[in-house]
Nanobody, 122 residues
Framework: QVELLESGGGSVQTGGSLTLSCAPA????????MAWFRQAPGKEREGVAF???????SYTDAVKGRFTVSRGNAKNILVLQMDNLTPEDTATYYC????????????????WGQGTQVTVSS
């Protein structure tokens, strides 16, 4: 069982920045495909940023140029740097992981964090 622990959510104003972190309870991320998803009230959960087991990053169009996903200085930490935030980014953000399979849909990930709230005010 892979337990994912998220941190770093909060409230900011439009144009602000937040950094989310995701740490495993007891595993290295090196063999995992990792992703950040988000879910706003009344909406389906959507993929935001993806990091393959080879270290290749990709993003949904809505966040390209504003969000950056990476492994932190401690290699078992997944980081999502979010800049130039807008109210449309308000959601609960979830870290997800899957071994040896890198996808963009929720059903492709078997391991999930508990979520961290991000609120952006205008």
């Amino acid at each position: 069982q892979v337990e994912l622990l998220e941190s770093g959510g909060g409230s900011v104003q439009t144009g602000g920045s937040l950094t989310l972190s995701c740490a495993p309870a007891a595993y290295s991320y090196n063999d995992f495909c990792m992703a950040w998803f988000r879910q706003a009230p009344g909406k389906e959960r959507e993929g935001v940023a993806f990091l393959s087991d080879r270290g290749e990053a990709s993003y949904t169009d809505a966040v390209k140029g504003r969000f950056t996903v990476s492994r932190g200085n401690a290699k078992n930490i997944l980081v999502l740097q979010m800049d130039n935030l807008t109210p449309e980014d308000t959601a609960t953000y979830y870290c997800a992981a899957e071994i040896n399979h890198c996808g963009t849909e929720t059903w492709e990930y078997g391991y999930w964090g508990q979520g961290t709230q991000v609120t952006v005010s205008s």
